[in-house]
């Protein structure tokens, strides 16, 4: 047990002795609604997790406004980190928001977004001209080996259960297709300076991985995971090297630059 009554967080904090996995278990109120339910229940559950979020946060949307052209910077760094192993193909984001899959549609790319938040996929439209598809991965159903490349940048800490999230993102992706993953680094610095009041401790996280513990994660799902490293840029100064990006592809075929460092199972 790490923090058994944190004020902000959906639950007590622990760490299982089995894995090592840092996890907020059980949730009290659980802004984690099953895929087999309804729209209206899931429109409801990302309404109240955004409120509740925004609150804790002090959202401004002046604030987001101005901060729209910084995020850009970060979207492109990540785009380019991307095609340094691959250029090109049908890319697939899961939980977006509309920004970086027009710099991908710019860049040449065949981009889909999924967003079950509908408030978010209008803004998509209208900020980005981005038609964002207002679904759950899992809803969304799409065929087989469907993908080059996924895309999940902070999604990973917010959903039911990562395992099958991931299971899913392996069937869709196509022999070979690349999985680049962003989320919170448990193991950071700040985490240990700050405790209970670093800023990943937010009512919609439930997962808070570790190097070891994401790549234990993805090889548990099938995949090889080519590099697990602290992400170089984030929105606030901050917050930098509070992340680790890991980049993972399908262990079956597995080759080209991208599979330096990495050893097909």
């Not at 009554?5 to 959906?10: A, E, K, N, R």
């Not at 990973?156 to 992706?173: A, D, G, K, N, T």
């Not at 950071?188 to 808070?208: E, K, M, N, S």
């Amino acid at each position: 047990m790490i923090y058994p009554d944190h004020p902000i967080l959906d639950g007590p904090l622990v760490q299982c002795e089995a894995c090592a996995l840092v996890q907020v278990n059980p949730p009290r109120r659980s802004y984690q609604i099953a895929d087999a339910a309804g729209a209206e229940t899931h429109a409801g559950a990302y309404a109240r997790q955004t409120a509740a979020v925004q609150t804790h946060l002090h959202y401004d949307p002046a604030v987001e406004d101005a901060e729209r052209a910084v995020r850009e910077r970060v979207w492109r760094d990540r785009l380019r980190r991307i095609e340094r192993v691959k250029r090109g193909g049908r890319l697939l984001e899961i939980g977006a928001d509309g920004q970086f899959l027009r710099l991908a549609a710019e860049s040449g790319w065949s981009s889909v977004g999924v967003q079950p938040e509908t408030a978010t996929c209008t803004r998509a439209a209208e900020l980005y001209g981005v038609q964002l598809q207002p679904t759950t991965l899992a809803d969304a159903r799409f065929p087989d080996q469907s993908f080059d490349v996924v895309v999940i940048f902070h999604v990973l800490e917010h959903v039911p259960s990562p395992r099958q999230l991931c299971s899913e993102i392996f069937r869709i992706l196509r022999p070979g297709g690349l999985l680049f993953v962003e989320t919170p680094n448990v193991e950071t610095l700040w985490f240990r300076i700050l405790g209970r009041r670093w800023r990943q401790l937010i009512p919609d996280h439930y997962w808070f991985f570790s190097p070891a513990t994401l790549r234990g994660l993805l090889e548990r799902v099938g995949f090889v995971v080519d590099a697990v490293e602290p992400g170089r840029q984030s929105r606030e100064p901050a917050t930098r090297r509070q992340s680790h990006r890991t980049h993972v592809a399908h262990v079956d075929v597995y080759g080209g630059e991208a599979a330096q460092g990495a050893a097909p199972r």
